[in-house]
């Protein structure tokens, strides 16, 4: 069964909406979580690490006022796209390690959110 | 800059036969490598991993295989099934303060034929 549950699933909005996903660990605390971000056809990209407690660390170029991440609890994190615009438009996804954060490990991911701004 | 590249979009196969998936990566600090599949509109599924400090890694009809010295890392299903029919990314890390941040592959679409 699922791990990491992702809620919405498709959001489809008008521009200049602000959009919020929740990314949730099932059955176990993540203190660290991530989010990517995938466009038709390319690869995921890495958006930013959502640190429970602390602020999200962001990837060169991922604008932080523009994707606002909260990680409040040890098993929530959420991403809000704010004043969403038609390039915004993409496949989110995020992503929290199994079990703690120790060493190299796998990770477990969400069914992702496909964002539709028109 | 791509650091990991997957240079074919796809792949068809007949059911029974071996399925190879291919991968390269040009960052050497990369230390953790990672296959997943992925549906359409759904998340990636972790299938196998491998540590750079090892060669192969095998479970069940997965086997991965590592090249360092060719940046290479390759995925083997045997024998292949319909229900393999997917994309298929590779992804890496580079470990210590990186840990879980994994850098992806383009993706394989895998199509086997009954």
């Known amino acids: 069964g699922a791990v990491v549950s992702q809620h919405p699933s498709r959001v489809i909005c008008k521009s200049g909406t602000s959009v919020k996903i929740e990314c949730r660990s099932l059955d176990f605390q993540a203190t660290t979580m991530f989010w990517y971000r995938q466009f038709p056809k390319q690869s995921l990209m890495l958006m930013a690490t959502?640190?429970?407690?602390?602020?999200?660390?962001?990837e060169q170029g991922v604008e932080k006022d523009k994707f606002l991440i909260n990680h409040a609890s040890l098993t929530l994190s959420t991403l809000t796209v704010t004043s969403a615009h038609p390039e915004d438009s993409s496949f989110y996804i995020c992503?929290?390690?199994?079990?703690?954060?120790?060493?190299?490990?796998?990770?477990?991911f969400g069914d992702g959110t496909r964002l539709s701004i028109l | 800059d791509q650091q990991v590249k997957q240079n074919s979009p796809s792949l068809s196969v007949q059911e029974g036969r071996i399925s190879i998936l291919n991968c390269d990566y040009t960052n050497s600090m990369f230390d953790y490598f990672l296959w997943y599949k992925k549906y359409p509109a759904e998340g990636p599924t972790f299938l196998i991993s491998i540590s750079s400090i090892k060669d192969k890694n095998e479970d069940g009809r997965f086997t991965v295989f590592l090249n360092k010295s060719a940046k290479h890392l390759s995925l083997h299903i045997v024998p292949s099934q319909p229900g393999d029919s997917a994309v298929y990314f590779c992804a890496a890390s580079t470990g210590g303060t990186s840990y879980g941040k994994l850098t992806f592959g383009q993706g394989t679409i895998l199509t086997v034929h009954p």
């Open positions: 959502s640190n429970e407690g602390s602020k999200a660390t962001y």
């Open positions: 992503s929290a390690p199994a079990q703690g954060f120790v060493g190299n490990q796998p990770q477990h």
